[in-house]
């Protein structure tokens, strides 16, 4: 059973400041693997997604890293705004399209 | 991407009744999921929803407790059936599309039972 594991749980910054979410999984037979944004109550958006084959993916501020022999990725959002204030979730998809996801980091972007 | 509806946004429901969520895509996918969201916690997958068959349930999670229909490529409803204050919880239904099988989620249904 894949188990994800985010790191930190959550995080306070003042607007500007760089993000680092780090995310590590057990099984490192993936087919994908997807960043999640939640707002509070509400569902997920889709962020990142990074193939297996891929060491990297970028989107605006958003940049994802993904080392898939050592089991971990890496989320990075530049120059962080308020509005990036959300629980940020990382979810390992398996060869059955099922994803399993971490319990999240929460960050808190100060103005 | 796909757009998905889910219907109810939320609701709060007595003891041992039953709710059905609907969830609507705008476009025919192959792979239909529905997962909770238990208060504080991450999401956990509670079914594959199959078209023109039943549906594959994970661990811990039954069909009488969950029965699940995907009568076409666009359409599946979940049922929290006979309900208990511990199904209190979000219900998202998810898709999976494209070539690169990329994950969008509609918006959730909060689910209170009381």
């Known amino acids: 059973k894949q188990e994800v594991t985010q790191i930190p749980a959550a995080l306070s910054v003042p607007e500007g400041e760089n993000l680092v979410l780090n995310c590590s999984f057990t099984d490192s037979a993936i087919y994908n693997l997807q960043w999640f944004r939640q707002d509070p109550g509400k569902g997920l958006t889709s962020l990142l997604l990074i193939q297996s084959s891929q060491r990297e993916q970028t989107s605006g501020r958003l940049n994802a890293s993904l080392d898939k022999s050592s089991g971990r990725s890496t989320l990075y959002i530049a120059a962080s705004q308020p509005g990036d204030s959300a629980t940020y979730l990382c979810a390992p998809g398996s060869n059955d399209y099922k994803l399993s996801f971490g319990a999240g980091t929460t960050v808190t972007v100060r103005a | 991407s796909a757009v998905i509806s889910q219907k109810p946004s939320r609701d709060i429901c007595q003891r041992g009744t039953s709710l059905t969520i609907q969830c609507q895509v705008d476009?025919?996918?192959?792979?239909m999921f529905w997962y909770r969201q238990q208060p504080g916690q991450s999401l956990t997958l509670i079914a594959t929803?199959?078209?023109?068959?039943?549906?594959?349930?994970e661990s811990g999670f039954v069909i009488d407790k969950f029965p699940i229909s995907r009568p076409n490529l666009t359409f599946s409803t979940l049922t929290v059936s006979n309900m208990s204050p511990e199904d209190s919880s979000i219900y998202l239904c998810?898709?999976?599309?494209?070539?690169?099988?990329?994950?969008?989620f509609g918006q959730g249904t909060r689910l209170t039972v009381v």
């Open positions: 929803a199959n078209q023109g068959s039943e549906a594959t349930y």
């Open positions: 998810s898709v999976e599309e494209g070539a690169s099988t990329e994950a969008f």
């Open positions: 476009s025919q996918v192959t792979m």
